[in-house]
T-cell receptor, first 111, second 112 residues
């Protein structure tokens, strides 16, 4: 099964860029990488997803390595409200859209 | 607000009982998913429905069942409840069968 590995926790100073890494060395060639975050016990919030190329939206940027074995989520100007658990997700084959969440990275933005 | 609604917000019940959790997907979404999040297990995928048909099954116990109705809302039925079933239950929806999922606010189930 395609799984992900993320650091357990990270700190980031408010206003600085937060770079969250993820390893997904067993990802299939046609599988997307998704990023979500969960604040406290709220429902996970979709951030961004990508296949091969780098992606950017109003929330974040996603950088995927050429071999697709790892990716980095970038929050360009972290705020206190970005403190959350961030999940890097790939689908679990072979059928359906089953997401494997793993343990995620607990990001703390420090004032 | 993701557009996914779940009811009830909180549910307290006793062991051995049966409960039903309800989910309304975002307008236009055909897929519905159920996840369980307990303190020691993290977010666990339970089941996916697409346009009324079961598409994928995860770590869903035999005491649990789900269905998606013609109006696309879904219900998760939990029976013979045990203390260990206490958890947050999230519903998510997506427009198609293989798209990004949008999560509801969850139902917190407490089994006493």
């Amino acid at each position: 099964d395609a799984k992900t590995t993320q650091p357990t926790s990270m700190d980031c100073a408010e206003g600085r860029a937060a770079n969250l890494p993820c390893n997904h060395s067993t990802i299939s060639g046609n599988e997307y990488v998704y990023w979500y975050r969960q604040i406290h016990s709220q429902g996970p919030q979709y951030i961004i997803h990508g296949l091969k190329n780098n992606e950017t939206n109003e929330m974040a940027s996603l950088i995927i390595t050429e071999d697709r074995k790892s990716s980095t989520l970038i929050l360009p100007h972290a705020t206190l409200r970005d403190t959350a658990v961030y999940y890097c997700i790939v689908r679990v084959p072979p059928t359906g859209n089953q997401f494997y969440f793993g343990t995620g990275t607990s990001l703390t933005v420090i004032p | 607000d993701s557009g996914v609604t779940q009811t009830p917000k909180h549910l307290i019940t006793a062991t051995g009982q049966r409960v039903t959790l309800r989910c309304s997907p975002r307008s236009g979404d055909l897929s519905v998913y159920w996840y369980q999040q307990s303190l020691d297990q993290g977010l666990q995928f339970l089941i996916q429905y697409y346009n009324g048909e079961e598409r994928a099954k995860g770590n869903i116990l035999e005491r649990f069942s789900a269905q998606q109705f013609p109006d696309l809302h879904s219900e998760l039925n939990l029976s013979s409840l045990e203390l260990g079933d206490s958890a947050l239950y999230f519903c998510a929806s997506s427009v198609g069968e293989y798209n990004e999922q949008f999560f509801g606010p969850g139902t917190r189930l407490t089994v006493l």
